[in-house]
């Protein structure tokens, strides 16, 4: 696709936002790559390509080998607890909070669109932010669960049971209460937009059919095919955000956001979002320029602050030292004055 195709088809998924009277959107794993979170089935390198599900991540592989499951999510919860949300969850929240966006219904679990600022959000397939007791029902935050640990297995503090990550596994039903709000909001919804997603999975899978038989509108934004792409009103294929790029400048270096459409969500990052949604999109190519101006003008007063905090470090350590050495002489003085006086 070239550069103007890719530009009117992002043109009209921003009419299609402005027009709908309820836009909901649907999460996949390949939202949270950006952010260092490896998706599931990309051959290579996809999480499922290392390690075999059904011997980890089933429910019959916890409760048959509770520390071998543990093994693998340990370090896995460890490492989601530290990443932090991207331009897209960013967009996303933004979206929601000028009104042009319900709800999110998402397959992860790694809590980032929380931490972007979703406040309607579907999480289908549970979250690392809990964990609860297979025996008593005891909940612990995920701060808490590492204090659980025995032997390599979370144990309840309350009854010693078997702790285990409120994350739906394999060979679990999805959390009911979750699942009928999405197929809910799918039903009602002018527009579905499907982020990240290889819409293969079911039954959540299921919900852009949901949202087509009720008259709704889909948009696709993520890499690679899907089931639905001849149904949709706009696919847009590609990595989410902006791609960065490091180039050297003067003996030092400097970052170029590029700015093309090969990023679908670019045209939905947060700096720009209510002039090209509320407003309209009548050049996204100059209006994606003005962001990477923007954004590489923010960098550089951010520079220019760090650097002026160096000098102000490195003047007050020079000061320090000269007080130092000020000291060291004046001892050195009184030392040598009594040594001639004996």
Same mark, same amino acid.
Request: glycine share 8%; proline share 5%; charged share 30%.
């Given at each position: !696709? &070239?550069?103007?195709?890719?530009?009117?088809?992002?043109?009209?998924?921003?009419?299609?936002?402005?027009?709908?009277?309820?836009?909901?959107?649907?999460?996949?794993? *390949?939202?949270?790559?950006?952010?260092?979170?490896?998706?599931?089935? %990309?051959? *290579?390198?996809?999480?499922?390509?290392?390690?075999?599900?059904?011997?980890?991540?089933?429910?019959?592989?916890?409760?048959?080998?509770?520390?071998?499951?543990?093994?693998?999510?340990?370090? $896995?919860?460890? %490492?989601?607890?530290?990443?932090?949300?991207?331009?897209?969850?960013?967009?996303?929240?933004?979206?929601?909070?000028?009104?042009?966006?319900?709800?999110?219904?998402?397959?992860?679990?790694?809590?980032?669109?929380?931490?972007?600022?979703?406040?309607?959000? #579907?999480?289908?397939?549970?979250? #690392?932010?809990?964990?609860?007791?297979?025996?008593?029902?005891?909940?612990?935050?995920?701060?808490?669960?590492? %204090?659980?640990?025995?032997?390599?297995?979370?144990?309840?503090?309350?009854?010693? +049971?078997?702790?285990?990550?409120?994350?739906?596994?394999?060979?679990?039903?999805?959390?009911?209460?979750?699942?009928?709000?999405?197929?809910?909001?799918?039903?009602?919804?002018?527009? !579905?937009?499907?982020? +990240?997603?290889?819409?293969?999975?079911?039954?959540?899978?299921?919900?852009?059919?949901?949202?087509?038989?009720? &008259?709704?509108?889909?948009?696709?934004?993520?890499? &690679?095919? %899907?089931?639905?792409?001849?149904?949709?009103?706009?696919?847009?294929?590609?990595?989410?955000?902006?791609?960065?790029?490091?180039?050297?400048?003067?003996?030092?270096?400097?970052? @170029?956001?590029?700015?093309?459409?090969? =990023?679908?969500?670019?045209?939905?990052?947060?700096?720009?979002? *209510?002039?090209?949604?509320? $407003? +309209? !999109?009548?050049? =996204?190519?100059?209006?994606?320029?003005?962001?990477?101006?923007?954004?590489?003008?923010?960098?550089? /007063?951010?520079?220019?602050?760090? /650097?002026?905090?160096?000098?102000?470090?490195?003047?007050?350590?020079?000061?320090?030292?000269?007080?130092?050495?000020? @000291?060291?002489?004046?001892?050195?003085?009184?030392? &040598?004055?009594?040594?001639?006086?004996?």
């Amino acid at each position: !696709m &070239g550069t103007a195709a890719r530009v009117g088809t992002a043109e009209r998924l921003a009419e299609l936002i402005r027009e709908s009277r309820s836009t909901v959107a649907l999460t996949g794993a *390949g939202i949270s790559v950006p952010s260092g979170i490896p998706d599931f089935r %990309t051959p *290579g390198e996809g999480l499922w390509e290392k390690v075999d599900p059904m011997e980890v991540a089933h429910i019959d592989a916890f409760r048959r080998d509770p520390e071998r499951f543990w093994s693998f999510y340990r370090p $896995r919860f460890e %490492t989601l607890d530290e990443k932090q949300p991207n331009d897209a969850h960013r967009a996303l929240a933004q979206l929601e909070a000028e009104g042009l966006l319900d709800a999110v219904v998402t397959q992860n679990i790694d809590r980032l669109h929380r931490k972007a600022g979703s406040r309607r959000l #579907i999480e289908v397939h549970g979250s #690392i932010d809990t964990s609860s007791c297979t025996n008593c029902n005891a909940s612990f935050p995920l701060e808490q669960v590492e %204090t659980l640990f025995t032997n390599g297995v979370a144990h309840c503090s309350a009854c010693e +049971g078997l702790v285990k990550p409120d994350v739906v596994l394999f060979g679990e039903f999805l959390p009911e209460d979750a699942i009928h709000e999405a197929q809910s909001l799918a039903e009602r919804c002018d527009l !579905m937009l499907c982020v +990240g997603s290889s819409l293969e999975v079911y039954p959540v899978a299921g919900l852009p059919s949901i949202a087509i038989a009720s &008259g709704a509108k889909l948009a696709i934004v993520t890499q &690679g095919q %899907t089931p639905y792409d001849s149904e949709a009103d706009v696919k847009l294929d590609g990595d989410v955000v902006f791609e960065h790029v490091v180039e050297p400048r003067d003996g030092g270096t400097r970052i @170029t956001h590029r700015a093309t459409l090969d =990023g679908p969500l670019t045209f939905l990052w947060s700096p720009v979002i *209510g002039r090209i949604i509320k $407003r +309209g !999109m009548p050049d =996204g190519v100059e209006l994606l320029a003005e962001l990477a101006v923007e954004k590489e003008e923010e960098e550089r /007063k951010e520079a220019e602050e760090e /650097k002026e905090r160096e000098a102000k470090r490195e003047k007050t350590d020079e000061q320090f030292k000269d007080e130092i050495e000020k @000291t060291s002489q004046g001892e050195g003085d009184k030392g &040598g004055a009594s040594v001639r006086g004996a």
